[in-house]
């Protein structure tokens, strides 16, 4: 399990309870080792333009994700999972769009200092 994985995790929905949902990893964090994700998502209407990415079946890594259909990579719904909630790896996407993500990412949290 590395930076770039999807995998299915158990994330904590609105009612308290937890449910296992797809992810990206975009960082491994120090010490404990927990993960950065976002969500993956196949509302594709929920896009935040600009932002988020959506990856389709035409897309060259697409098969590599393990995703089944076209889905939503959304930076806009970010979570920290426990190592602990991983159920397992069902994909990757290529290093150039885990890359391109982070960096959309990065400039968005950069953007907010004065």
Request: aromatic share 6%; glycine share 6%; net charge positive.
């Amino acid at each position: 399990m590395k930076e770039g994985d999807l995998i299915l995790a158990a994330l904590p929905q609105a009612d308290g309870q937890f449910k296992n949902r797809p992810v990206l990893i975009l960082r491994v964090l120090p010490r404990y080792r927990d993960l950065l994700v976002c969500g993956i998502s196949t509302q594709l209407h929920q896009q935040v333009v600009g932002f988020d990415e959506i990856i389709t079946i035409r897309d060259k890594d697409f098969a590599a994700t393990g995703l089944i259909q076209n889905s939503l990579i959304r930076l806009s719904f970010l979570s920290l999972v426990p190592r602990r909630r991983v159920i397992g790896t069902i994909g990757s996407v290529t290093t150039e769009r885990h890359y391109r993500l982070l960096t959309t990412l990065s400039a968005y949290l950069l953007s907010a200092i004065p």
